[in-house]
């Protein structure tokens, strides 16, 4: 499995979220300078106009990277709920897989999942237990290259 454990697998599209949630205030940070600068290079003083193109261009170009790399996180984390959720399909038990999918896919908390399925807390730490070791046979028997390649363009 590429060295990979079952959680680590599992754990990738809430990596990918937070790589995301960066990437997306990098770019609203970047935004509002970007606005701070267009509105005072409208209020400069003629003959001043290079350096105002310049700082605005820059700006920008920094802008356009960072929409670029929100595009990237947004299909890697889109990635990774693919992948995870593929595997996720194959545990047999029902229960389980729903359990597994609030955990993992709806990133909730065991409380959480657990509650919403009427279920105490204790269950649910017994469930991801199982789901996990669910999650590693899969991966065991399936290999996760072979997952990889079932979805890739």
């Known amino acids: ?9 599992l754990l990738q599209p809430a990596r990918a979220r937070v790589r995301l949630e960066m ?3 990098r770019r609203d940070t970047l935004k509002s300078l970007t606005e701070r600068v267009t509105q005072t290079f409208g209020i400069q003083t003629p003959g001043v106009h290079t350096q ?10 920094r802008l356009t990277e960072a ?9 890697e984390l889109a990635e990774a709920e693919l992948e995870v959720g593929m ?4 545990i047999p ?3 389980l897989n729903e359990y597994m999918v609030k955990r993992y896919l709806e990133n909730q908390s065991i409380r959480k999942a657990s509650e919403e399925m009427n279920f105490t807390k204790g269950w649910g730490e017994k469930k ?9 046979r899969i991966l065991d028997e399936k ?3 072979s997952i990889r390649k079932v979805y890739a363009p």
């Open 87 to 90: 595997v996720l399909a194959m």
């Open 23 to 25: 990437a997306l205030l």
């Open 143 to 145: 290999g996760y290259a």
């Open 52 to 61: 105002n193109y310049s700082a605005m261009e820059d700006a920008v170009i």
């Open 67 to 75: 929409e670029e790399m929100v595009e990237k996180k947004m299909k």
């Open 128 to 136: 991801q237990r199982k789901g996990i070791e669910a999650v590693q």
């Open 1 to 9: 499995m590429d060295g990979m454990t079952a959680k680590e697998f």
């Open 93 to 95: 038990d029902k229960t």
